[in-house]
């Protein structure tokens, strides 16, 4: 099972021109659909003037969810470039869009694809790439007097906690390595046979 995949730590930019046309290349970490329209948007709004604002995008940590937009350029010649680009650095999580200001001198479509493949090369070297690891979230409950053995539970899988209560009864949220978590359960359930006292969910 994956463990982790690869993203881009933050936005950045590379441009580049053929025959006076301006290619802009803008890269942007995205979790969701909803965070790709907004940034899309707000491309649209900031190079109102430009002809095109061709994009591509992978979402999800195995790269299942994917799309490439050619906005009005010759079908494949802009999305699918940018698409490759994002392919060929393993990324997921990762939206580029690429905006075209027309020079006035046509590029003919392998002219198009290289412009579109080079802008889009640029903006994600000019980030950093980022390892994310996949988890889980698991809810843990127990009385206050069982706090170590559920501590030792975090600890021994390395688990981030998220949120906690203690108190006579106690509860904690943390985050577990998806590639664990059967592990996880079947160590909970050996404590369960000893004492019923620590019970979990993965909601």
């Known amino acids: 099972m994956q463990d982790s995949f690869l993203t881009i730590g933050q936005p950045a930019e590379g441009l580049y021109k053929e025959k006076g046309s301006k290619f802009i290349g ?3 970490p995205v979790k969701t659909e909803d965070e790709v ?5 707000e491309t649209r709004k900031t190079y109102y003037d430009a002809r095109h604002h061709c994009y591509a995008y992978i979402l999800g940590h195995e790269g299942t969810q994917f799309r490439a937009n050619d906005d009005g350029e ?9 698409l490759g680009q994002i392919r060929s650095k393993e990324l997921t999580n990762t939206l580029v869009i690429v905006v075209r200001y027309f020079g006035g001198t046509k590029l003919g479509v392998s002219g198009l694809i290289n412009a579109y493949k080079t802008a889009a090369a640029l903006a994600l070297d000019n980030t950093s790439i980022e390892e994310k690891l996949i988890t889980q979230t698991i809810k843990l409950q127990f009385p206050y007097e069982e706090m170590n053995e ?8 390395e688990m981030q906690i998220t949120r906690q209560e203690f108190e006579m009864e106690c509860s904690l949220e943390a985050e ?3 590639s664990k978590v059967e592990e996880f359960e079947n ?5 369960q046979n000893l004492s019923h006292a620590i019970q979990y969910k993965i909601p």
């Open 26 to 28: 803008l890269a942007f």
């Open 37 to 41: 329209k907004e940034r899309l948007e």
């Open 74 to 82: 010759p079908n494949h010649s802009a999305g699918d470039p940018i």
């Open 150 to 157: 559920a501590m030792k539970l975090v600890n021994d899988f």
């Open 176 to 178: 577990l390595i998806v």
């Open 187 to 191: 160590k909970v359930i050996l404590l």
